[in-house]
């Protein structure tokens, strides 16, 4: 049984950097050692240089040592403008990352409430990834 987040994610999610958008997303990742790092999402006026929480997170993780293979988890929660908890799912280049850093083996648990997590594998998310093996 994973780790319950729930009350880490509402804390990290005041972290988030989201002037455009409003809509805050906050992440954390595990590893197959337990090692655990967080990321936000961090908006920018250039509006594709914006970091999800979640790559944001992995980043870290890598950042601090993690090889691929070793992310088993991804945690998510997310709030919106009008400052209600949102039940959010990875986007697709989030989905990219988790798939290739988690050796296409990680969990991904979308919280709505403290007890109501969808949860759902990467593969289940990211059907036929294409994981670079042909490169
Ligand atoms: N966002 C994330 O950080 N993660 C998701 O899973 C969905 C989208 C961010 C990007 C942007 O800052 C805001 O949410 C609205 O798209």
Redesign the pocket.
Known sequence: MHKNYFSELVKLLDNAS?PY?G?S?AAIVVTKNQSVYRGV?V?SAAYPT?I???RNAIQTAVTEGAKIGDIKEVH?LARNAAKALIK????GG?RQVIAEQSGYDAMVYSYATETEIEQHTIAELLPLAFLGAEL
Do not use: Q, Y
Not at 88 to 91: G, L, T, V
């Open positions: 989201a958008s809509f997303v999402n908006e914006t999800c929480a979640e998510i959010a799912h990875p986007c989030c």
